[in-house]
């Protein structure tokens, strides 16, 4: 499916801390004047700035998407034909994306997304790539950062006695850092697993950074855009209605408001050979409009709306969930 580009979907957000957050440099400098735990500093628009890299992000909504999965699934296929939800990345040998006739080989392309669990096809193994790609969050308003230290120490758990420290470290407080969530060749389900996690991170069930169970690293998320793209289809007139219509296609053309999964664009055949859900669609309130150059078809969230995207999007993730669980 990489080979191939049938949609893509762009969530702009920014990220506000709610409380200390701290995304460790992982190097101590030889400046004594400087805390013992630094932020991450880049150079951004013309200066040293804070950022959130997107390693760090991405790491963060991945652990929790996989929490998601593995509470509605399971990390172990029932049988050959079940449905393998996670997995453990750092450990699994993947042995089941081998040929079973010569361990030495890999199985076809579609049969390795095939048997991947749901969140490797989302993020990526040792032998796909990831179709989620998160941008580093740089600070809209270097002037609006507060950055403070603060004192800590390591405690003996069997004396009670400080074992380590003191030692300070510096956190960042307020401000606000902007970043992109890009995400192609996706099925709804997998679009609706994104918004559940953003969601979570919102309502403070997971945080960012170092201390997050000593309450660090809680950030209120704010959805600004959403833009789904299909770089492979043009509008048409038909009896005087505007549709979607893909080229070097013949299914028939859809409305112009409906949201599409990778599967919708594929032969019914190619989509059984990967495993995409039939009839992977919602209707939504967005008309599309053509994209740059002419070229293409997009639909546009704007700030305040991109809710209902993530809405309808959950109701193809629950669809999946309860198709499997019956």
């Known amino acids: 499916m990489h080979k191939r580009f049938v949609n893509h979907c762009t969530i702009e957000l920014s990220l506000i801390p709610d409380g200390p957050i701290l995304i460790k440099s992982g190097k101590e400098g030889a400046d004594p004047t400087k805390p ?19 390693s760090s992000l991405k790491g963060a909504i991945r652990a929790h998407a996989e929490r998601i999965v593995r509470t ?14 996670a997995n453990d990345p750092l450990n699994d040998n993947y042995d089941y994306l081998k ?9 076809l392309s579609h049969r390795i997304y095939k048997e991947s669990s749901f969140t490797d096809q989302l993020f990526g193994n040792v032998e796909i790539a990831s179709r989620l790609r998160i941008e580093d969050a ?50 709804l389900a997998q679009l609706g697993l994104i918004g559940l996690v953003l969601r979570d991170l919102n309502d403070g069930w997971f ?17 600004k855009q959403a833009i789904v793209q299909y770089p492979g289809c043009v509008l048409v007139e038909e009896n005087s209605v505007t549709k979607i219509k893909q080229l070097g296609s013949a299914k028939q053309p859809w409305n112009n408001t409906m949201l599409l999964g ?3 664009f594929l032969s019914e055949e190619d989509a059984n050979t990967y495993g995409f859900s039939a009839n992977d669609q919602q209707d939504t309130p967005v008309a599309a409009e053509a994209m740059t150059l002419g070229f293409g078809v997009q639909l546009t969230w704007a700030e305040g709306t991109v809710t209902d995207l993530f809405e309808r999007a959950v109701k193809s993730w629950s669809k999946v969930v309860l198709g499997v669980a019956a």
Not at 37 to 54: C, D, N
Request: glycine content about 12%; charged content about 25%.
């Open 262 to 264: 990778a599967g919708e």
């Open 99 to 107: 040929d079973p006739k010569d361990k030495k080989k890999t199985l």
């Open 138 to 187: 740089y600070p809209i308003d270097r002037t609006q950062l507060k950055v403070e230290e603060r004192n800590g120490v390591a405690i003996d758990r069997v004396f009670g006695s400080v074992a380590v420290g003191p030692f300070n470290y510096q956190v960042c407080t307020a401000g606000a850092f902007k970043t992109k969530i890009h995400l192609k060749n996706f099925t």
């Open 207 to 223: 945080g960012i950074g170092f201390a997050k169970s000593r309450g660090m690293g809680q950030v209120a998320v704010t959805l």
């Open 36 to 54: 013992d735990m630094e932020f991450v500093e880049t150079y951004h628009e013309g200066g040293r700035s804070l950022y959130l890299p997107g």
């Open 72 to 85: 509605v699934g399971r990390d172990s296929k029932p049988n050959e034909s079940g449905v393998l939800w």
